[in-house]
């Protein structure tokens, strides 16, 4: 199985930073479980590593691994497309049960 | 088709801001650029050619259109960063470098995969801008149709005041909502006691003591209501910077002394344990007396609501060469912390239940706030360094021990109990109840009360009836109560009456208007009769007049 290795970038505490953080786990980690790690770097603290990852917008994710590097701004709302981007959308919700966001899409 | 169009890429140099608005910017920020895509893209903005540029003659003088488009964003408010196709930073104005936090030389010629990185064309971030803020930015990305094909735009615009603003009022319109539902309550409950106890009134079957019981329900709820309409009418004058003070040398002991008196009544009711300190001196300070009294009656009367039944509270005053520190603390639970920074806006409350119980309308600690201010002071709340509860701290300037008496403007009060001389008294009052019933408390008081319920008639009763004592109404119909005095004092007839204003203003201002038009004495409306009592005495004791008979015994009844 593929491991997937993501960093969240983010600025300090704001609104957005934190729903970058919450809808990364309702899309991502919902999807990959345990094979996903995130590591989150508020810029803030660490505005090096901002600078020498090019880092001017956050809150930024940045999938490093599966190659290629892809990368994400915003707070991740747009769930579709989101999952397009980071090239998930192929994976099902709640690591493969039936369960999930989709319960409740019963007509 | 839009090929043919754009195919003539003069229409894009000639006219750029109109192919700004390309269709194309539809879904411009693309993962991958697909080819087809890139086309379009293509079709859309030509390539012109740096020597192109030079050569139409038409537009030397701004260069290309990419110059052009450039000399048009360089001063915008907005952020902007052009892209050339290999999706490096060929142009940055001031307001991107501003809001990024980077000079121009460090964002040209950098890659930052922005434009593939936004999921849709606006796309909301935080940037940290050079003043080392984090800022709130809607980012845009576009195709730019002008410049090398595959170039791309990107807007940076700061909406970081707007949300704040907005957020902070809707924070407003909650606190002001929350105002409403209490006020409403607060006002509600004096009304409920005061129907009950005129109920209670009406009968005929209750001895003096209910009677008087009632009595004391309606001075005590009157009391509250008038003290409620006193905070609005002072939150009012806040939010229209109107808090008006009146600075003289004033004894701030004294002013503790009498604050702690006027407080005492619910400190008692809680059984709570006071303590106050004062230095052995008296402490000058240069400000009005009514209105720091008014701080440190709305400081101990927040501790005493939070601080649970026999808890302690403390004031005391500290003098230091330049400042003098009033300090009220409390051992109740304390503020939350994230509370303490806004208990001095108006409105703001904390959550226990005791402030509830307690009432008050969460403005006493807006109102010490603006007047330490306007006294040159501060005032600050942090944790009750001698452990649990909350310290308010106010620092005043201290005036130099100078002058040893400040100027005694009031008349001496007349509390030499010395035979009453019963007054004739002229009530000057467009309301039939409060004119009635003040009457037929005096009248019960031993004074001959006659009446007028409107400017004219009141001044002519004063020339033609020659009352000692005038009440007279501000606010009167017909002649307002300044004129009536000045037309009074006009006529020798109206020399000798002694002139009471009531009015429901008592602002200093208003004071020195009722003495420039004539009055000798001042009442606040609604009269307190203890008040007008202490006032009627200091005449009668101030005037030399040797005691006469009685003017008449008192009939009973007697309404207009």
Redesign the interface.
Known sequence: MEQYVFTLY???E?D??ARALANFDRLVRARLRHRCSLQTVD??KE?RLARQH???????LVRERPAPV???????S?EA??L??LGLDGEISGGGEPAGPGQGKEP | MSSDRSRDGRAGRTQPSLVIQDPARKRPCVLEHSAARARVLTLATDKPKREDAVVPPSTSAVGTPLELFQSIVAEAEDGVLVLGPDGRVSYANAAAEFLLGRRRAELVGEVFEVARAVADNTTRVNVISRDGRVRLAELRVEPLPVGPSGSMVLRLKDITSYHQDAARAREQVRRRDEFLAMLSHEVRNPLAAIRSAASLLAREDIDGNVRRRAGDVFDRQFQHLTHILDDLLDVARISRGKLEIVKERVDLNQVVRDAVEEAAPLIGKREHRLQVDLPPRKVWVEGDATRLEQVVVNLVNNAAKFTPPQGHIFVNVVAGPMEVEVCVRDDGPGIAEDLLPHVFEPFVQGKQSLARNEGGLGIGLALVHTIVLLHGGRVCVGPNPAGQGVAFTVKLPVLAAGAEVPAELEPAGGQGGGPTRRLRLLLIEDVADTRDVLKQLLELDGYEVLEAGDGFSGLAAILDQRPDVALVDIGLPGLDGYELARQVRREARGRDTRLVAVTGYAMPKDVRAARAAGFDGHLIKPVHYPELMKLLRSFEAASAVPSQPPGGDCPGAGSS
Request: positive net charge; proline residues 7%.
């Open positions: 983010v600025a300090g704001s957005l930073a810029v803030l505005p090019r880092v001017v917008a956050t809150p930024l892809i990368k994400v701004l915003g707070d991740l747009q497309k989101i397009a981007q």
